[in-house]
């Protein structure tokens, strides 16, 4: 015989059977929503109807606790209070109302509290063990979200899900973004520019990079567009222009995209991509960091090889102490990249502590065991799934072209189409250069549509933003656009000026290296060692 938390005796068979119900609706209760295919595979799984499984189920999940399983006998149960309805109110009163705060008043505040309600109630107040059996029996996950708050409680009671099991390659990916702890040069002057972005693709069933962007440009449409459509492509070419030699077979589309609920991942143009390609999204639940564990942890593997490059901020301001990195920096967004996949081919090399084979190892055994061949892209394929990824607007054909951004463009390929369909057309573009747009007929295919004034300057959006709001300061409402292209170029010769200006400034002496003063970094010895590719160990987490 077994005594429950209620104090009721139940054979060893019921607890059993208690058990493996328990097992069965813990999984479904830690579900948000349920099919029907999920509750009939329980109800088989039970031998019971699947009406019962909601009834058990909907118990359960008010009072996670196997003992709710339980059946329950007839009569009054062992341990069961008599106190008259009027001081189990008052009881139930102070409970909710004084105890079950985040100031977590103590049991003794409690007892006080319900002797003195009962007092005024004109009432014999309980007993000091009535009162904490009271307590003893709240449900404890309640007791804690209300005394400690709903994080804690999800932490300690709440089941943690691991990431689903993953064998086969590109059955799921991870994406995401950092800010990288390095601060690049120009190419020009090697002046310091900033800290460059890096966005990232993991093959979760091999640990494998798939592909990776770094640009200047903070996390964006554009930034998902380069890291996917890196990933999806061959490598050999890309590693072939930056003269580069080394295995990196990981390409082709994958069959699930998991990241956060970042802006730049709920965009139309990625969730019309992935509808196109077959591709499910799936996003990270809110609250729930651990779920992002393989890509973030890959992440900061890779920015501790980072801080051996000269110009590095580190990971933080106590790291970094009196370090001066855009002193120190000599890598250009062009080396930083060469120099990036040089490590990636350090880590695909190493053995990785959770799979105990390197991810190259693991890619090569997940390819082996798909189902299916993994959907390879042609070249045109893969210019438009970039294409498809960018930001779109819908546009209609004038005769005059089309007009973007207040900005005309034409292509003979519109000759047939302009001023004769109504519907707006959709066309894309890149944000990093609006000199060329892409319309997309009606079968689906892209045409690439310049500027109408051919002899205009390529400009970004944000350039192109910057002059409109310069222009409307100047009291315009309308403009045409070569009063546009105008302001772009007076800005950026202010730019060019007050750079020009700041170069020409004497600058004080740095304390840490006062023999070199001067505008250009000049690393030292050990710095250049340092900026050498560097092996590391992949550092040993617990697998998820």
Known sequence: MTNNSEGTRHSAAQTQKALRRSETLRLLAAKPRLTTLEVDEAARTLGIRRAYVYRLLAAFRKRPRTSTLLPKNEGRKAGTWLVSPQIEQIVEDAIESFY?????????????????????????????????????????????????????????????????????????????????????????KREPLGRPWLSLVIDIASRMVCGFSLSMIPPSSISVALALTHSVTCKDLWLADRELSFEWPVSGLPDLVYMDNAKEFHAEALRSA???????????????????????????????????????????????????????????????????????????STIHSALKVTPLTAWKQAVAVRDTPIRQMTDADQRSFFIDLLPGERRKIRRDGIRLFNIHYWSNVLSPLAG?????????????????????????????????????????????????????????????????????????????????????????????????????????????????????????????
Not at 118 to 139: E, S, W, Y
Not at 305 to 316: D, E, K, Q, Y
Not at 481 to 489: G, H, I, Q, R, W
Request: with cysteine; net charge neutral; glycine share 4%.
């Open 100 to 188: 079950l705060q985040r100031i977590r008043p103590p049991l003794s505040a409690l007892v006080r509290q319900v002797k003195a309600d009962c007092h005024q109630a004109g009432l014999k107040p309980p007993d000091r063990k009535t009162i904490l059996r009271r307590v003893a029996a709240l449900d404890e996950r309640r007791l804690m979200a209300a005394r400690e708050g709903s994080k804690a409680a999800r932490e300690r009671y709440d089941q943690v899900n691991k990431s689903p099991a993953v064998r086969e390659a590109l059955e799921r990916v991870q994406i995401d973004h950092t800010p990288v702890d390095l601060i690049v040069v120009d190419e020009l």
């Open 274 to 348: 992935a509808l196109e390609y077959g591709i499910d999204l799936e996003f990270r639940p809110i609250g729930l960091p651990h779920f992002g564990g393989h890509i973030e942890r890959l992440i900061g593997t890779m920015m501790g090889a980072v801080h051996l490059i000269p110009g590095t901020t580190f990971s933080n301001v106590a790291e970094r102490g009196d370090y001066p990195s855009a002193k120190r920096a000599i890598m250009t967004l062009p080396e930083l990249e060469r120099w990036f996949a040089l490590q990636v081919h350090v880590y695909h």
């Open 420 to 544: 004769r369909i109504s519907a707006p057309a959709l066309v894309k573009y890149d944000p990093r250069d609006l000199s060329t747009i892409h319309y997309q007929d009606e079968q689906g295919n892209y045409w690439p549509i310049p500027y109408r004034d051919l002899g205009a300057p390529p400009i970004s959006l944000w350039e192109q933003r910057a002059a409109e709001s310069a222009l409307r300061a100047q009291g315009k409402r309308s403009f045409i656009e070569e009063e546009l292209f105008s302001a772009v170029l007076q800005q950026r010769d202010i730019v060019d000026a007050a750079r020009d200006k700041t170069r020409k400034l004497p600058r004080p002496e740095s304390k840490d290296d006062p023999a070199h003063p001067t505008t250009t970094p000049v690393p030292e010895k050990d710095d250049l060692a340092q900026a050498k590719l560097a092996g590391f160990r992949v550092e040993e987490w617990p697998d998820q």
